[in-house]
Every structure is written in structure tokens, then in C-alpha cells.
T-cell receptor
Framework: GNSVTQMEGPVTLSEEAFLTINCTYT??????LFWYVQYPGEGLQLLLK?????DKGSNKGFEATYRKETTSFHLEKGSVQVSDSAVYFC??????????????FGKGTLLTVNP | GAGVSQSPSNKVTEKGKDVELRCDPI?????LYWYRQSLGQGLEFLIY????????KSGLPSDRFSAERTGGSVSTLTIQRTQQEDSAVYLC??????????????FGPGTRLTVL
């Protein structure tokens, strides 16, 4: 079956530090890959996505590249801000019949950025 | 436009009672998903609806859980004879305004269920 393994937190950084959150996956076929973010007190929001190998998803200064050879989709940001403090979820979807793209999530990584 | 809405936002119930959780998807979205977020299990898929097709119920944890979607829009997740391990945040998501958009899901704020 499909699975996602992501770096367990919590991760604590100072403002302007470099961020990497590792994510690897196991899936049959060619999944789409996602990073979702959950800010304190808010719902899950799509941060970025990539739908095929070597695609790079980017948004709000965050980037992740779909690496088929290493089955990875690591999240990076060059300079984090206090407002980036949130829980980050790596996820994949693979068509499991018709248009069912149910998401398989990693456990989530709590990021805290201190001023 | 309006996003996915869920009600109630919080529900506290006693063990053994039945509960109903409601989801209003984004207008025009034909696919609807329910997930559960709990401390022990993370985010888990529960059930999927697409148009008039039979739902994919493969993620429902027991026969106490059921869901329906009326008129291809609003969905209700029902948990019968609730147990303490059912305490979690129940998330609804919808997708699919076009053939290429089915794999991007938009989530509601969730319903936090507490079973005493």
C-alpha cells in the first residue's frame, strides 16, 4: 500500500534560518505529492504540490522537488519567519479507482520559529 | 467563493451516544472526502464520494461509522454508540471542478469530537 514517512519534530529554528523537512514515500504507480500546512487554530491548507517526477512545487518561499529516483519530496525554505510556525504534512495521492485520489499523509512535523 | 464548511465546530458527547457531523463542500465540487485526525493515528482517510458512484468506504474503522451524501452535495458522517477512541478532529475535503483538478483537495475547518 501507499505510505509517507516524514521527519518527526518538533523542529525549532530561529528567524531567517534554513529549513528542511524530509519526506519519503512508497506508492504504486505515479503519485502526486503535496505539502499541506496547518497553522495554529486553522484548517489544513495546501502549501504546494508536484504531479510528476522532477516537478518543483513552490509557494510562499517554500519549495519541494519530486524525486522519483529517491522517492522523496523534501520541503525547504531559505529563510523562515515567525509566521511559518505551524504543522507541516507531506501527503501523496494515487488514483485508486475512477477519480478517487484519497490522500495518504505523513505524521506531521511541528515547526516553531523563534524571533 | 465559499470554502468547505463543517458543523458543528465542536461536539462533546457521552460514550454510547450517536453523533452526526455535517459537511458542505465547495459548490460544483463532485468529489467529497472524510478524514480523521487524532493524536495516535495522525490523518487517516475514512470515506470518499464521487457523483452517483458507490462510495469508497475502505477507511471506515468499524460498522459504527457511516456516511451519506444527499443530492451530490452535503454529506453527513454518523458515528453510532460512540467510544472514547472516536475522539478526534473529523475533516471534510472536496475536489474536482475539472478532470485535472480531482487530486487537489480543499479542507474544511473540521469538527472536534470529544467522547466522555
Amino acid at each position: 500500500g501507499n505510505s509517507v514517512t516524514q521527519m518527526e519534530g518538533p523542529v525549532t529554528l530561529s528567524e531567517e534560518a534554513f529549513l528542511t523537512i524530509n519526506c519519503t514515500y512508497t506508492a504504486t504507480g505515479y503519485p502526486s505529492l503535496f505539502w499541506y500546512v496547518q497553522y495554529p487554530g486553522e484548517g489544513l491548507q495546501l502549501l504546494l504540490k508536484a504531479t510528476k517526477a522532477d516537478d518543483k512545487g513552490s509557494n510562499k518561499g517554500f519549495e519541494a522537488t519530486y524525486r522519483k529516483e529517491t522517492t522523496s519530496f523534501h520541503l525547504e525554505k531559505g529563510s523562515v519567519q515567525v509566521s511559518d510556525s505551524a504543522v507541516y504534512f507531506c501527503a501523496l495521492s494515487a488514483n485508486s479507482g475512477g477519480s478517487n485520489y484519497k490522500l495518504t499523509f505523513g505524521k506531521g512535523t511541528l515547526l516553531t520559529v523563534n524571533p | 467563493g465559499a470554502g468547505v464548511s463543517q458543523s458543528p465546530s465542536n461536539k462533546v458527547t457521552e460514550k454510547g451516544k450517536d453523533v452526526e457531523l455535517r459537511c458542505d463542500p465547495i459548490s460544483g465540487h463532485t468529489a467529497l472526502y472524510w478524514y480523521r485526525q487524532s493524536l495516535g493515528q495522525g490523518l487517516e482517510f475514512l470515506i470518499y464520494f464521487q457523483g452517483n458512484s458507490a462510495p469508497d468506504k475502505s477507511g471506515l474503522p468499524s460498522d459504527r461509522f457511516s456516511a451519506e451524501r444527499t443530492g451530490g452535495s452535503v454529506s453527513t458522517l454518523t458515528i453510532q454508540r460512540t467510544q472514547q477512541e472516536d475522539s478526534a478532529v473529523y475533516l471534510c475535503a472536496s475536489s474536482g471542478r475539472g478532470q485535472d483538478s480531482y487530486n487537489e483537495q480543499f479542507f474544511g475547518p473540521g469538527t472536534r469530537l470529544t467522547v466522555l
